[in-house]
């Protein structure tokens, strides 16, 4: 995994374990209410590249925050940009009667 993206994730964990701390949960409820074992709680508080998106989901889910999954790629400038400039506006060549 690219450093940049092992950053990302690792940033990702520390917000997650700062929305814990701050609901003053601690790792064993919240692992429990996810259905997660502890150490997988950690490996994502972590940021590990190696736990499924959806153990994230569980935690975010217990901590009330499963909707902020919906940002990811939510404001996708450069796809709309390329989707803009791939768009050709044709015009349909006028019908032909039959007898032509």
């Known amino acids: 995994m690219l450093p940049r993206l092992r950053q990302l994730l690792a940033q990702a964990g520390?917000?997650?374990?700062?929305?814990?701390?701050?609901?003053?949960l601690s790792t064993t409820r919240v692992a429990?209410?996810?259905a997660i074992s502890r150490n997988t709680l950690h490996a994502?508080?972590?940021?590990m590249?190696?736990?499924?998106?959806?153990?994230?989901?569980?935690?975010?889910?217990?901590?009330?925050?499963?909707?902020?999954?919906?940002?990811?790629?939510?404001?996708d400038v450069l796809g709309r940009?390329?989707?803009?400039?791939e768009l050709?506006?044709?015009t349909r060549?006028?019908?032909q009667s039959p007898s032509e």
């Open 81 to 85: 940009k390329l989707q803009d400039a």
């Open 14 to 24: 520390e917000n997650i374990r700062l929305a814990r701390l701050r609901r003053k």
């Open 49 to 75: 590249s190696t736990v499924s998106l959806g153990a994230y989901l569980q935690v975010l889910f217990v901590l009330e925050l499963e909707k902020s999954i919906l940002q990811l790629a939510a404001n």
């Open 44 to 47: 994502i508080e972590q940021g």
């Open 32 to 34: 429990e209410r996810a």
């Open 88 to 90: 050709i506006v044709s």
């Open 93 to 95: 060549a006028p019908k």
